[in-house]
């Protein structure tokens, strides 16, 4: 897969999962994370070909949805989320089509965390 494919692949995940990634990047990383995230999408956006930097961004924000990614300051944030809220799963779902996405680009991520099994729950 060369550049341009890789940015239409990222764009398109961006793009599809819009308004779930603004929620679970608010909900877990606050303003902060969602100001991150916001900028990911523009950068993808203006650019015309894939960028490490882009590879970097997808990775963070898998991180913050695997809560790898975590911030002391925004514990207050992931704290409110109640275990049988509807956006778990949906965080879960995201989570894996992250993995998805960062293998089809060759960017497997490369995190310690070990894949959620929410069928189980």
């Known amino acids: 897969m060369n550049g341009k494919q890789k940015l239409a692949r990222a764009k398109s995940f961006v793009a599809q999962n819009d ?17 991150r995230l916001q900028r990911l999408r523009s950068k993808l956006q203006k650019d015309t070909t894939f960028f490490v930097s882009h ?15 975590s911030y002391e300051d925004n514990d207050d944030f992931f704290m409110a989320i109640s275990p049988n809220d509807p956006i778990i799963w949906s965080i879960c779902e995201l ?9 089809d680009i060759g ?3 490369c995190g310690s965390a070990p894949v959620l099994n929410v069928a189980a729950a």
Request: charged content about 15%.
């Open 107 to 109: 960017s497997q991520y």
């Open 19 to 35: 308004l779930e990634l603004q929620h679970a990047t608010m909900l877990l990383g606050g303003a902060p994370a969602l100001l």
């Open 55 to 69: 590879r970097h961004a997808l990775q963070w924000l898998r991180g913050l949805l695997s809560l790898e990614n």
């Open 95 to 103: 989570t894996e089509a992250m993995d998805k996405l960062l293998y």
